[in-house]
């Protein structure tokens, strides 16, 4: 069976700070994605990165990064100089190749103060 | 325009009312799911359908119906509301298996 866990629930950083979101899934195919999505306070849902099993390298866009280990089962993402727009949760989901369905991690909520 | 609608934002319903939630795509995407979220939980996937014909139960699908009604349309039933249904409702669709675009989201509550 197919889990996503996210093991901080919370996490409260000062702006400007650097933060990590923790990201372990389990999964018995060989090909799959992950992904991640940010749910701001005004509750929608957007797509930020997906990543296909195949593809370890690691990516960043602007002050977002992503390091995905497969020896490891993680994919997890890095927020450098947080912001305070940066605050909501955040969802790293794993689908099978066929795209079926998403398996969502409960979710970080991230707090940015200024 | 939203590329994903969802139809109402905000329901507030009462215990055995039938209720239907609409969603709509312009993206031309021949994927559909319904989506609930619990408040510190994850999603779930409620109903998916891979083209017109072809609808499938996801990991919680009982007390929920689902209809899609075009490529662009796919609305989720509850035939019967009870309060533990009170949650965060969203429609996401997705070419093949590539990335799934969320909805707004519907609020629904059930007194």
């Known amino acids: 069976a197919q889990k996503v866990t996210q093991a901080q629930t919370e996490i409260s950083v000062v702006e400007k700070e650097d933060v990590t979101l923790d990201c372990v899934y389990e999964?018995?195919?060989?090909?799959?994605?992950l992904f991640w999505y940010k749910q701001p306070p005004s509750g929608e849902l957007v797509f930020l990165i997906r990543?296909?099993?195949?593809?370890?390298q690691n990516e960043i866009s602007g002050r977002y990064s992503w390091n995905f280990q497969k020896s490891t089962s993680s994919f997890n993402f890095t927020i450098t100089a947080s912001q305070v727009v940066d605050s909501a949760v955040y969802f790293c989901?794993?689908?099978?190749?066929?795209?079926?369905?998403?398996?969502f991690g409960k979710g970080t909520t991230l707090s940015v103060s200024s | 325009d939203a590329d994903v609608t969802q139809t109402p934002r905000n329901r507030i319903t009462k215990t055995g009312k039938r209720i239907m939630l609409e969603c709509s795509q312009t993206?031309?995407?021949?994927?559909m799911y319904w989506y609930r979220q619990d408040p510190g939980l994850g999603l779930q996937l409620i109903y998916y359908?891979?083209?017109?014909?072809?609808?499938n139960k996801g990991e919680i699908s009982d007390g929920y119906s689902v209809s899609r009604q075009a490529q662009a349309k796919f609305s989720l039933s509850l035939e019967s509301a009870i309060p533990n249904q009170t949650a965060l409702y969203f429609c996401?669709?997705?070419?093949?298996?590539?990335?799934?675009?969320f909805g707004p989201g519907t609020r629904l509550t059930v007194l």
């Open positions: 990543r296909n099993s195949f593809d370890e």
């Open positions: 989901a794993l689908s099978d190749w066929a795209g079926t369905a998403l398996i």
């Open positions: 359908s891979f083209d017109v014909k072809d609808i």
């Open positions: 999964t018995r195919d060989t090909t799959y994605y």
């Open positions: 996401a669709t997705s070419q093949g298996a590539d990335t799934q675009y």
């Open positions: 993206k031309g995407h021949d994927r």
